[in-house]
Every structure is written in C-alpha cells, then in structure tokens.
C-alpha cells in the first residue's frame, strides 16, 4: 500500500488524484489529521486513517501495512522538525520500505530560511535508515497566481526578487512526480531538483498581466525587511512573511531557478506555462 500524508492538503489531494489514474484506490491511504473533511476520498474507495503530526501515538497505527509512504512536508514554518521527525520515527518502527520526502529546491546547497527545516529533515530521513527519495520541489505556480486578485487592485505586483528567475511548476505537475516516483520501483537513494521548464521574472510576471488584462501593472521591487512588513501587514505571520521574503531575495541570486528539465522528464510532458497558469485564474 502507498500512504500519502496531508491527503486533504491542497498538493495531497492532486497526488491521490494521480495515483488514483495508475493504481486502485484500494492500494492507497489518505493520512488526515481529520477524518471527516475526507469523506470524499473515503467514497472513492481510499483507506482514511487518522494521522496527527502532533499526537506521534497516532502514527504507528496509521502506517500498518503500508509499503511506500509520502511525507508531504507539513506547513506550519518553525514547527517542521519535530512534526517531520515523528513521522519518520513512526515508518521506521512499521517497517515502511520506502519513504518519499517533499522537500525544497537544492535544499542541500541553498541558503533561503526556508530550507533550513527540509535540510534538517533530510538529515533526519538519512539518519533513520529508512530506503528514502527525495522529492525537492521548487515553488509553486500558485504561489503568485493565488494573488492575481489583490494585483489587479492596487496595480503592482510587490516583491524582493529584483530580475531573479522562477522556474515554477503548478501543483499538479509536482504531484503528478510524486506519483510516478511511488508506482515506479527502484527509487530509494534518487534526489530528484524538479522545477518548471522555463522562468519567469517578476517584471515579466507583471507586464504579462497587463498585457493579458489590459490594465496598468508594474513591478514595485523592494527590499526584504520592507517586502516581509507588508507581507506582514496583509496578515501572515511575522516568520512566514521573513521566510518568504528571504525566498525572494535569495531567488535574486537564482536559488529559484532549474532548468535541468528533471520535472518534465519525469512526469513525461512539459511542465505547465506560467502564462497558462495566469489565463486560468483570470
């Protein structure tokens, strides 16, 4: 069996959706925090346990059976390690065969904040002894495009990443990695940098919705304690705003750029246009 944790999260239900086009969903379980916001894939056929990051006596009993296990990196910034660790220790002691990590982009090399706690996971993971694949993301498309309404209000889009690049993917075509890498055999020991096929700056990311919508939209670059305040200001909490912030300073040296192609080989197809992305919010 292959167990997904975070199966309710935003990337966990498009992996399931994707292991649900190459295997039955009797082969899978959906680990939930909550069980009754998964009655969807419960009807589907899938096995739904309880899984608590925070409470470790959930774990071991969830991981019974299970073959292949996908750690979803958990989203609370600041509390991964020990959320991470738990889980680890939990497969270890089911005798899980494999483990598949979501981790970040050149995690090992990269200075960004946040992959401080994906380096330590890593580690932990290594440690362990458990066969592991490393899966490390890069960002996500949706990551802009979740706030293509709030550009079109104020009429610029903010950031720090100067002419840095982003060599996005959506969602969709990490979980689609995902699920190619849990049905294929011979996968413990790989690192895998996945990233989108081409970059973009902010600049571009900009000038294409003005293109695209006909209004006047600039790219407003700021410095990072500046970009981390007014991330502040709409509402995120003071260490995710400095670690996104960070992010994008850190993506002005390149550390959010891949053009290796690895995402798109593996998932047998091009990865998704950033401007496809952006034409299906709007």
Do not use: C
Request: net charge negative.
């Amino acid at each position: 069996m292959i167990a997904i944790t975070g199966a309710t999260g935003q990337l966990g239900q498009q992996v399931i959706e994707s292991l649900l086009q190459k295997t039955d969903a009797n082969n899978l379980v959906a680990l939930v925090r909550n069980p009754a916001k998964a009655e969807a894939l419960k009807a589907l056929g899938v096995d739904v346990r309880e899984a608590d990051y925070d409470r470790p006596e959930t774990l071991v009993p969830a991981l019974k059976g299970v073959e292949k296990l996908l750690l979803i990196s958990a989203n609370e910034v600041g509390r991964r390690v020990p959320q991470h660790q738990a889980v680890i220790e939990a497969a270890k002691a089911a005798g899980v065969g494999l483990l598949a990590y979501t981790s970040i982009l050149k995690a090992d090399t990269s200075p960004m904040l946040m992959a401080n706690e994906h380096k330590v996971t890593e580690a932990l993971i290594q440690d362990s002894g458990i066969p592991a694949v490393i899966l490390r993301n890069g960002w996500y498309s949706e990551n802009y495009t979740q706030s293509i309404g709030a550009i079109l209000q104020v009429g610029a889009v903010n950031g720090a990443a100067q002419d840095g690049r982003f060599h996005t993917a959506t969602r969709k075509d990490y979980a689609e990695a995902a699920a190619v890498v849990l049905t294929t055999e011979n996968q413990a020991g790989k690192v895998y940098e996945l990233a989108g096929d081409t970059g973009f700056t902010l600049a571009e990311f900009a000038d294409a919705l003005a293109k695209k919508t006909g209004q006047t939209i600039g790219y407003n670059n700021m410095k990072g304690e500046e970009f981390a305040a007014l991330l502040v200001q709409i509402g995120l909490p003071q260490l995710f705003a400095e670690a996104l912030a960070d992010s994008e300073v850190q993506a002005a040296e390149g550390w959010l750029a891949d053009d290796s192609k690895t995402l798109s080989t593996l998932i047998g197809r091009p990865t998704t246009p950033f401007s496809e992305s952006i034409a299906a919010v709007l």
